[in-house]
């Protein structure tokens, strides 16, 4: 069940309101950024997704194929959402910072489920061998 979640970053200069169903499912990652980021993320799409303040205080990173708009807060430099485009999930897609939400309960987070994507082999229907780390 989706309910509204409200995140920003560290400084609060971006802010965002997303309707997510966390309990359907959350992801880790083992790419070469989001193993450095630890990213722990949730799947929104774009109608799911609003940027309430912000917009001029975002800057983007991206590498590789280029696919994901990997973004962040030009002062604080916290990454609280990203934004890509995937067939597999319907087109443009955004990829949310659990530990970003600022109202979610310690009791929620913990009872969360975690899925786990093997992206440092470009598996992403795979976990990887090791997931203690993420």
Request: proline content about 4%.
């Amino acid at each position: 069940m989706k309910k509204t979640y409200h995140g920003s970053c560290h400084c609060g200069a971006v802010a965002y309101e997303a309707d997510l169903d966390l309990q359907g499912g959350t992801f880790k990652c083992n790419c070469s950024i989001c193993k450095k980021k630890r990213n722990w993320l949730a799947v929104a799409t774009p109608a799911d997704f609003r940027l309430t303040s912000g917009e001029g205080s975002i800057g983007e990173y991206q590498f590789g194929p280029r696919i994901l708009h990997h973004l962040f807060c030009k002062s604080c430099g916290i990454s609280s959402f990203n934004w890509g485009e995937n067939p597999a999930l319907g087109g443009k897609f955004y990829a949310i910072s659990v530990s970003c939400l600022d109202d979610t309960t310690d009791e929620e987070l913990a009872s969360l489920p975690v899925g786990y994507f093997d992206g440092r082999d470009d598996r992403f229907d795979h976990a990887p061998e090791e997931t203690r780390y993420l």
